[in-house]
């Protein structure tokens, strides 16, 4: 099932008055279309009038990831939504993060990454601009542990594309043909390729090469393909 949810472009930071200093909250903004998590699990419940409360659990609770208000109760969530049959239309979605990290518009924290999934496809070349323009990067995979998280999120919250399911990172051979490089210079060598890729072959611009690289979701692997041709695209903040 599909939340789909009216968010005000807002950033809320709420504070705890405790011993957890180092964390703070944030409204999701900008995304209006988010799959319902069925494996989320409330650790506290709050009426709305002691919603402050939930806040201050989910600080002291580290499996808490967000919390999850309507105009009745509040919810400390071990996902990032809700299970379905909690989703109203005044439900808002709050994530747990460090303080003064992921705060640039559009992007979410989650697990320790600082995510913003494209809402118009791009050629690979106007995506790295911008992502650059909102503060961040092309994501780099350089890490199975990065690779596999990121594989997850779109997996479970997001609704793929249904043609294509291919998302552009910041990885390409631009500058020597089978050199793949990720864009930071500090990211190690590590990628996971789909089977008998990278072949610098896209099947639907045949004739061009395959210089930059993208990830299907549903094989969980990169691909490589015509950079010029537009697709969606993960930015990431460090």
């Known amino acids: 099932m599909l939340l789909r949810l009216s968010l005000v472009v807002l950033t809320i930071n709420i504070r705890s008055a405790g011993a957890n200093m180092g964390m703070s909250f944030q409204i999701i903004p900008d995304i209006s279309i988010l799959m319902s998590s069925q494996t989320s699990t409330f650790v506290c419940r709050e009426e709305s009038n002691q919603r402050h409360d939930c806040f201050l659990h989910c600080f002291d609770l580290p499996e808490c990831l967000s919390v999850i208000t309507t105009n009745e109760s509040c919810y400390c969530n071990t996902d990032l939504t809700p299970n379905s049959t909690y989703l109203q239309n005044d439900t808002q979605i709050y994530v747990k993060r460090p303080v003064n990290e992921c705060m640039k518009h559009g992007y979410i924290y989650y697990k320790g990454l600082c995510l913003r999934k494209s809402t118009t496809d791009m050629s690979w070349f106007n995506a790295l601009n911008d992502c650059e ?105 460090h």
């Open 133 to 237: 323009r909102s503060g961040g990067h092309l994501i780099v995979l350089d890490s199975l542990t990065k690779h596999t998280t990121v594989v997850g999120i779109l997996k479970t919250y997001y609704h793929l594309p249904q043609l294509d399911d291919a998302y552009y990172v910041g990885a390409s051979d631009i500058s020597e043909e089978g050199n793949w490089k990720w864009i930071s210079l500090n990211s190690s060598d590590f990628m996971t390729f789909k089977t008998n890729q990278p072949n610098n072959i896209d099947v639907q611009y045949r004739g061009s090469e395959a210089d930059c690289a993208a990830l299907r979701v549903t094989k969980g692997a990169l691909v490589d393909e015509y950079c010029l041709q537009t697709k969606p695209y993960i930015c990431e903040i």
